[in-house]
C-alpha cells in the first residue's frame, strides 16, 4: 500500500475525533428481502439482497461499504434511507426505531440524512434547472419564504464550489459536466443540513482527477458539518480518503469490520484479502490494471450456499464447518469484527 | 422552464406551423369579433328566428361576391326604410287636417338576373281614417309605371311578385322581369331606377312609414339558407364553438388521460389493473355509436356530447402509452431522490412524474384537436348538433336537408366544410411541427 502524506494526515485525523461519541444510528440484524415473481404472480422466492446487517455508527463518524458490484450495498443504503421497507430487523436512530415514527416523524427523519445518489446523470430531473432541483428539499420542509431558500440554494452551491453561483442557478443539467452534476446531487443532498450523509459510489463514473476533487470535498464538508457518512464502494483505492471504519459487505451480508487503517493493514477475513490483493492505488502507476481476484462468480442472492456464504471460493475453507454453519460475528481484537470460522475463539459459538 | 421557451422558438422555422398559428390566430380572432359583435343570447334569437327576424332576406342566395366570378350579374339584396333615413320621407300638410308623403328610393339596377322579389312593408297610425298610397317606378329611360293604390292599415304587405292587376297593366307573365326590362326588345334595362310613393293621412298626429325591400340573387357576403337566414351568423359563430370544443375536449381528455395514467402507474396495484381493465374494454366499444346513442336517448347537448367524448377518449391506446413511459420514469433516480428528501405522493406525480410528460403533451394535445372539431360537426351533420347554437356542422345539415347539392347551392356547403377543413389542418400541422421538435428532445434527455 502506497499513502501519499495526504492520506496519512487524513487517517490520523479520523483516529483523533474517535473518543467516546454518541450514537447516531444503529442497525440490528437488518435484512431487506425483494420478492421473486415470474409472469407478476407466482412468488419464486426471495433476493435476499440485505440479509442480517448489524452495525453502529456514532455522530460525526464516517464509515465505508466496499463489496463487489450486486452484493446489496444500494439496497442497504435504501433501507437506511427510507425508501425501502425491511423486510425483518430494526433500525434505530437517535434512539428511536424507525417502525415507531409517526409519519410527520419520518418524514422529519428524511430530512435528517441527505442522499448522494450514484448516477449522476440519472440523479437529476432533466426538466428542471439547478434552482429549482435545490428548491425542492427545501419546499418540501417547509422553507416557505422564497428569499430565505435562495439564500440556502446560494451558499449551499458555494459550499459545493458551483461558483459563480448565478451562472448555474439557471442551467438543466443536460448543460453541465459529469463533476458538476455530481456537484449538483451533493448540494441536494447536503441542502437541509442533514445530520448523515449516504454516499452510494460517490465518484463512480468520474475521471481520476474529478475523483479526487469530489472527494476532497465530501471529506470536508463532513469535518465542517461534523456529518456522519456512509460512503459506499466497490473500490477499496478510494475508501481511505476519509474513512474512519470499513464495514465489508459480502452476498447481503458484512463479513468484517474494522478501523479503516487496521483493515487495510490486516485484513482478517480471506475475502477481504482477496479484494485487497485485487485493488490498485488510485494514486500508483498501476491504477488502470484491474486484476480478476477473488475468483469465482458472486453467489446467487436468491439460493446463497450453505454454511459461510465464501465458501465456494475461499481457499482456507475448512471443511465441514465452513460449508455447514454459518460463522457468526469473532473480535479477535477489540474493535475488529469477522465473520470466518478461522477466528473462531473458545468461548463463542 | 427554459426549455420550453426554447422549444417554442424553434416553431419559427416551420413555415407550415407558422401558417398553421396564423389560421389559428385568425379563427380566434373572429371568434372573439363574433361573440362580441353578437352576444350570445342575441346569436341564439337570430338562429332561432323566423320570417319576423328574417324577412328582409331572400331565400337560398349565394354570397354577393360571386358578382366578381361571374359574367352574368345577380341582382343584389338590399333593405331601406323611412324609419331609418334609408329612405326620403318628405311630408306636406294638405287640406282638412291631411298630411301628404312623399317617400322616395332611387337605386341602380346594373344586373343580369332580376330579384326574387320586392316588397313594401307599410305601417301608420291613425284613428278612423285609413291613409292612402299610391306607388310609381320611374325607369331609366324616364317611363314611369303605376304600379297600384290602395288604402294602408296599420300594417300593410305590399308585394310586387304577386299583384294580379299590375300583371294584367304589364301585360306579362311575371312582374318582376317586366318592371326592369325594355318593353320594346324585352332586354334587362339597366341604370338608375326611382321608387316613388305618395301617401296621404286623413288625421291630425296621423304618421306613415315604409320599408322597402328586395329579394335579390345574392345577398351580402355568405348568402342565406332555407330561412332567409343570413349564413354569416352561424359561420360567424360556428368559429367559437369548433375551438371551444375541440381545445376543451383535447385538453380534457390529454390532460385527464396523463393524470390518471400517473396516479395509477404511481399506486400500481388494484388502481392501476383497474385502469388497464377499463381500458380493454372502452378500447372494442365503438365510439361514435356510443356517441349517437347518447345524443339520440340522453341529449344532445353541447355540454353532455362534451362529457361522454371526454370521457370516452380517456381510456384509450393513449394512456397505455403513458402509462409504459410512467413506469419507467417511476424508477429512476431523481424520483428515489425525491422519495429520501421527503416528497409526498402527490407532489411526486405532480412534480415530477407529468413534468416529464410535457413534451410529448403539447404535440399530442394539439394533433387531437381536429379529430373533436370534425366529430362535433358530424355529429351536427347526422342530426345531433346542439339543438340550439349556430354551428359549422349545422349549416351543413340543413344544406343536406334541403338538397343545396342536388339543387346547386354549393355555397351552402362548401362554407363551412372550407372552414372546418382550415382549422383541422391548421391544428394539424402545428401539431406535427411541435411533435417534430419536441420528440427529438425526449429521446434525448
Ligand atoms: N427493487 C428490486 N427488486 C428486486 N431485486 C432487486 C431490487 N433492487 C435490487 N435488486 C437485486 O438485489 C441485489 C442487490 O442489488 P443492489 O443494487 O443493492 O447491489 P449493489 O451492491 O448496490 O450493486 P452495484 O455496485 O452494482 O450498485 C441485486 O441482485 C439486484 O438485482
Ligand atoms: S468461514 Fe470458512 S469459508 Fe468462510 S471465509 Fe472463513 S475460512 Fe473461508
Ligand atoms: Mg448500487
Known sequence: MIHTTEIKEAMKMSSKIQGQRETLLSVHDLHVWYELRRFGFSRMGYVKAVDGVSFEMAQGESVAVVGESGCG???????????????????????????DLTDEELRNYRFEIGYVQQDPYAALPPFMNVQQILEEPLIISGVKDREKRLERIRRTMTEVKLHPVEDFLHKFPHMLSGGQRRRVVIARAMILEPKMLVADEPVSMLDASVRVEILKLLRALQEKHRLSVIYITHDLSTVKYFSERIFVMYAGSLVEKAETRRLLDIPL????????????????????????????????????????????????????????????????????????????????? | MNNLKASFQKLLMYPSAMMGIAAILALVVVSIYAMITIPYPEAIRLWRGGEDVWYRNPKFAPPAWINLFSSKKYSESFAVGTADGGMTKTAAPGKNDSTNYEMVHEFDFNYDVYPQDMILYFTSTFKKKQPFASIELVTPDDRTIRIANFVIGNKFTYRFSQDEKLRAKLRADENIPALFSDPETGNVLKGTYRLIITGTTFEPGSDMDVEFVSHGQVFGLAGTDHARRDLTLPLLWGAPVALAFGLMVAIGTTVLTMVIAAVGTWYSGWLDELIQRITEVNLVLPFFALLIMIGTFYSRSIWVILTATILLSIFTGAILGYRAIFLQVKESMYIEAAKAYGASNRRIIFVYLIPRMIPLLIPSLVQAVPAFVFLEASLAVIGLGDPILPTWGKIIQDAQSNGALFKGYYYWVLEPAALLMVTGLAFAVLGFALDRIFNPRLREV
Do not use: Q
Open chain 1, 73 to 99: 450495498k444500494s439496497s442497504l443504503m435504501k433501507t437506511i434511507l427510507g425508501i425501502n421497507i425491511p423486510t425483518r430487523g430494526e433500525l434505530i436512530f437517535e434512539g428511536r426505531s424507525l417502525v
Open chain 1, 269 to 349: 477475513h480471506p475475502y477481504t484479502a482477496a479484494l485487497l490483493a485485487a485493488t490498485s492505488d488510485p494514486d500508483a502507476e498501476n491504477s488502470i490494471t484491474y486484476k480478476e481476484v477473488p475468483p469465482g462468480e458472486p453467489p446467487s442472492l436468491v439460493n446463497p450456499p450453505k454454511g459461510c456464504r465464501f465458501h465456494p471460493r475461499c481457499a482456507r475453507a475448512i471443511a465441514g464447518l465452513c460449508d455447514e454453519k454459518e460463522p457468526v460475528d469473532f473480535e479477535p481484537e477489540p474493535g475488529h469484527f469477522v465473520a470466518c470460522w478461522l477466528y473462531k475463539t473458545e468461548n463463542s459459538t
